[in-house]
């Protein structure tokens, strides 16, 4: 994209721009704490654990609660990452949510989920200022 790696940095730290359902506290700050719920399916408090200015942003899942799956803890110490970095005059983002692993019940529904959100909303968001609903 041709948005910078502060630009796209800035957007990644604003979920509530790109991430749909509600999410309550502060997202930019080291240490912050915040929670997401969609409706009464998904539930998950994250910790920002590393902030690498304009080039990385790791999330931990202290907690979570996923109505969909039998084990509805699974994202529970997981990481949700964000490396940026320039390659060939554009800025490029790579996610991985380190964790969440074929074993998981909720395996498919959430990687599919994750593609929508970062491939639709949050490319939306960074490139024209406003998420779109994917779901």
């Known amino acids: 994209m041709d948005q910078s790696p502060l630009e796209v940095f800035k957007a ?5 721009g790109w991430w749909q359902g509600e999410i ?3 997202t930019d700050q080291l240490n912050d704490v915040f ?3 969609m409706d009464d399916v998904h539930f998950s408090q994250q910790k ?6 304009n080039q990385k942003v790791v999330w ?6 996923l109505s969909f799956v ?22 490029k983002v790579t996610f991985t949510h380190h964790g969440l692993v074929p074993a998981f019940e909720c395996y498919e529904g959430c990687s599919g ?3 929508m959100l970062i491939e639709k909303s949050l490319f939306s ?3 024209k200022g406003k998420g779109v609903k994917v779901f």
């Open 24 to 26: 309550v506290g502060k």
């Open 48 to 53: 920002i654990v590393e902030l690498v200015d």
């Open 113 to 115: 989920a994750w593609g």
């Open 70 to 91: 039998a084990k509805r803890d699974e994202w529970t110490n997981t990481k949700i990452q964000f490396d940026i970095h320039s390659e060939g005059g554009k800025t």
């Open 125 to 127: 968001f960074i490139t």
């Open 12 to 16: 990644i730290n604003n979920p509530r």
């Open 35 to 37: 929670t997401y719920r």
């Open 60 to 65: 931990l899942v202290t907690e979570s609660n």
